[in-house]
């Protein structure tokens, strides 16, 4: 699923690549179940602090992004 999230970016003209942060996610309860990548929400900084935002400047490719898994998740 990772490397379908990989090539779909690509072919929209942007790299995504991973990483491992600290937090807890829905992810860990959906991963042990079935197929799960997380980090597809909106792109920003400073969740749940004051200074939170969402970047407008490149939310519409992670829209397009996420739209483009759910048409063809790869799995």
């Known amino acids: 699923m990772y490397t379908r999230a990989q090539g779909a970016a690509r072919e929209l003209g942007f790299e995504v690549s991973d990483a491992f942060l600290g937090g ?3 992810g860990n309860f959906t991963a042990p179940l079935v197929p ?4 597809l929400g909106a792109p920003g900084d400073g969740a749940h602090a004051d200074h939170e935002h969402v970047r407008l400047d490149v939310w519409p490719r992670h829209v397009r992004l996420l739209a483009e898994l759910i ?3 790869g799995v």
């Open 71 to 73: 048409r063809d998740p």
């Open 36 to 39: 799960t990548l997380d980090g």
């Open 24 to 26: 807890g996610s829905d």
